[in-house]
């Protein structure tokens, strides 16, 4: 299994949206599923989102509503799209296992939302 690659950051205004993808050189789905993890400067990964690979979606609370994983089984991709962004979601957005695996992380991709 190699390493998770993410995309589709950038700058956005608090309010507006961006969709993350995330794919991999071997199956985008471990066997128990995957997740999106954000770290913001001087902190751990935390969850974000999770799909199991029944593909049951679970949310963190601060951006449940706001937030929705999916997946493209063909393009061996999730997608994290993200809308009514706020200031407090910047951070770097990664993907790997549902239960992170430490040799898996990618480089992220940045968000940031300001003005």
């Known amino acids: 299994q190699g390493q998770f690659v993410e995309s589709g950051g950038g700058l956005v205004q608090p309010g507006g949206s961006l969709r993350l993808s995330c794919t991999s050189s071997?199956?985008?789905?471990?066997?128990?599923?995957m997740g999106w993890y954000r770290q913001a400067p001087g902190q751990q990964h935390r969850v974000v989102a999770r799909?199991?690979?029944?593909?049951?979606?679970s949310y963190e609370a601060s951006v449940r509503g706001r937030f929705t994983v999916s997946r493209d089984n063909a393009r061996n991709t999730v997608y994290l799209q993200m809308d009514k962004l706020q200031p407090e979601d910047t951070a770097v957005y990664y993907c790997?296992?549902?239960?992170?695996?430490?040799?898996?992380w990618g480089r992220g991709t940045q968000v940031t939302v300001s003005l």
């Open positions: 790997n296992d549902f239960s992170p695996d430490p040799s898996r």
């Open positions: 071997g199956s985008i789905f471990s066997s128990t599923g």
């Open positions: 799909m199991t690979s029944r593909g049951s979606a």
